[in-house]
């Protein structure tokens, strides 16, 4: 009996240590409040007015007036924080306002549709759809929005994000379009919205990582910034062509310049090439793990365990991160790999 009780306690403690060694996963998002760079979303992104005027972009994207007859925008949950200064839809040439069109949303709907008059555009090319706030802290989740022909029948339109004055819930799995260097975007953790920190004053026994999985390469230099009120002091390059990015924030790398601790407040992934431009990161799973340097090892592991196999038949894709065929010559990227092409 004594040799039983003395195995159950040690099958206890085997348990107790292996509850330890594992690593805590949370889904990590992106504001979508950032700047040179658009965060393109197909759908159901909700947007807050975060000053007395702000403009939320529908599509960064151009169109022929003449081939369409209206703008349709389903939208929920619109909340006015004055009456009857909630949101509006602009829609015409960001060249001249004359060409400008203006429908308020009711917030007692849940769709508007605005006519296009190609006269008043004058020949010119849409290229400006926004939804503009008229009022801080006015809400609205904006479920879709098509360009509609003549025939009834519709274009999606792509949501660009924020144009200024907007904060956006956090998205999981955007497509961030770079526009130019140093354009960033903060993650921050999906479940509250919290930012990612770490303290080494508190937390020196623990690590964290920040794990960016991309369903394609990137097409760009990429740096993840640890910054601590506002700066950055720590960047961690990430090379064009890779599909796993990653920044470990433990008391040995959350240090300055000196080598002085510093806290980690917010941690951003920000595009540090100085050519390229436009190039999308296109987001599979962001999150962010959480326990001791084993457990961390292990938990990153077994993700790339579940990766796939290298695939010949994999897409291809050059430096700018466009997919291109096999008969492309020149530098490619495949199944996260870089090489010459020249078959």
């Known amino acids: 009996m004594k040799k039983i009780f003395t195995l159950a306690i040690a099958a206890l403690a085997a348990l107790s240590v292996s509850a330890q060694d594992v690593a805590t996963k949370q889904t990590l998002a992106f504001t979508g409040n950032a700047w040179n760079v658009n965060v393109l979303a197909t759908g159901n992104v909700g947007i807050t007015c975060n000053s007395q005027w702000g403009e939320y972009k529908l599509t960064s994207e151009s169109f022929d007036a003449a081939d369409y007859s209206s703008l349709h925008v389903e939208y929920s949950d619109l909340v006015q924080a004055e009456e009857g200064n909630g949101f509006q839809i602009i829609l015409g040439n960001s060249s001249d306002t004359n060409t400008e069109s203006y429908l308020d949303l009711d917030p007692n709907a849940t769709s508007a549709d605005l006519t296009i008059d190609p006269a008043k555009l004058g020949g010119k090319p849409i290229n400006k759809i926004e939804l503009q706030g ?85 097409g760009i230099d990429v740096n993840l910034e640890n910054q601590n009120g506002g700066s950055g002091f720590a960047w961690i390059g990430q090379s064009t062509g890779s599909t796993f990015l990653t920044d470990t924030l433990n008391a040995t790398t959350a240090v300055d310049a000196t080598g002085a601790a510093k806290a980690v407040d917010q941690v951003w992934i920000k595009a540090s090439s100085s050519e390229g431009y436009p190039s999308d990161v296109v987001v599979e799973e962001a999150y962010l793990l959480t326990g001791t340097h084993e457990a961390i ?38 199944n996260g790999r870089k090489f010459l092409n020249n078959k």
């Open 134 to 218: 008229k009022s801080k802290d006015s809400y609205v989740k904006v479920i879709s929005a098509a360009l509609v022909k003549a025939d009834g029948s519709r274009t999606p339109l792509t949501f660009a994000g924020p144009a200024w004055g907007i904060d956006v819930d956090p998205l999981s799995t955007p497509t961030l379009q770079f526009t130019g260097q140093y354009g960033g975007q903060e993650l921050v953790v999906a479940e509250d919205g919290s930012h990612v920190t770490y303290d080494p004053a508190t937390e020196a026994g623990v690590e964290k990582v920040v794990v960016i999985k991309l369903s394609q390469p990137l």
């Open 297 to 334: 090892l292990a938990g990153i592991k077994n993700v790339k365990a579940d990766a796939k196999a290298l695939d010949e038949n994999a897409p291809m894709y050059n430096l700018a991160g466009q997919q291109v065929t096999k008969a492309y010559k020149g530098v490619v990227i495949q």
